[in-house]
T-cell receptor
Framework: QQPVQSPQAVILREGEDAVINCSSS?????VHWYRQKHGEAPVFLMI?????EQKGHEKISASFNEKKQQSSLYLTASQLSYSGTYFC??????????FGGGTRLMVKP | KAGVTQTPRYLIKTRGQQVTLSCSPI?????VSWYQQTPGQGLQFLFE???????NKGNFPGRFSGRQFSNSRSEMNVSTLELGDSALYLC???????????????FGEGSRLTVL
């Protein structure tokens, strides 16, 4: 079953922060985050394995709460280059990723 | 290192026709996954191949099929095309561990199919 992402869209000014959430109804083995810019292929950001670890990538970090079957992506001091659609992918230890519907992020000057 | 290559990049077909899309993974990658991307549904998993075997399949009708060759290149076929099949079809490769495929996916730029 497809994970649910929220919000569906968000508009920010440069320097503002944002949080994107990803929830699953199934137990998760790992959560993956990707960013897709308009007209381009999705690009990997990070993987979080069960265990509640938090990872960071520049000013983008994420957390994974396996008990709640949720993950959150944190974008700090957003830059224009952060604009795009963010997808979370969930893995139920079945060798496949199921992606959420995506969150469109637009960062304005 | 060359990335994932998908061909053709754009194609137009009519209802009832069939189409074959090709994906060449990154050299050394043994797993290839296919996704359908539409504005309303996001990224929908079609199937995943590892060492020429279909390891996982999404909830798509039997009109959607795929295969993987010994060099890891993969093809997907859609028969009896419907208007709703219009989408961007993305292929992604990964090294693909035998036990689990929880690694990074490397996506191609996709094949955009329009069905008239």
């Amino acid at each position: 079953q497809q994970p649910v992402q929220s919000p569906q869209a968000v508009i920010l000014r440069e320097g503002e922060d944002a949080v994107i959430n990803c929830s699953s109804s199934k137990a998760l083995y790992s959560v993956h985050w990707y960013r897709q810019k308009h007209g381009e292929a999705p690009v990997f950001l990070m993987i979080l394995l069960k265990g509640g670890e938090q990872k960071g990538h520049e000013k983008i970090s994420a957390s994974f709460n396996e008990k709640k079957q949720q993950s959150s992506l944190y974008l700090t001091a957003s830059q224009l280059s952060y604009s795009g659609t963010y997808f979370c992918g969930t893995d139920n230890a079945g060798n496949m990723l199921t992606f959420g519907g995506g969150t469109r992020l637009m960062v304005k000057p | 290192k060359a990335g994932v290559t998908q061909t053709p990049r754009y194609l137009i077909k009519t209802r009832g026709q069939q189409v074959t899309l090709s994906c060449s993974p990154i050299s050394g990658h043994r797993s290839v996954s296919w996704y359908q991307q539409t504005p309303g549904q996001g990224l929908q998993f079609l199937f995943e191949y590892f060492s020429e075997t279909q390891r996982n399949k999404g909830n798509f009708p039997g009109r959607f099929s795929g295969r993987q060759f010994s060099n890891s290149r993969s093809e997907m076929n859609v028969s009896t095309l419907e208007l709703g099949d219009s989408a961007l079809y993305l292929c992604a490769s990964s090294p693909g561990l035998a036990e689990a495929n929880t690694g990074e996916l490397f996506f191609g730029e996709g094949s955009r199919l329009t069905v008239l």
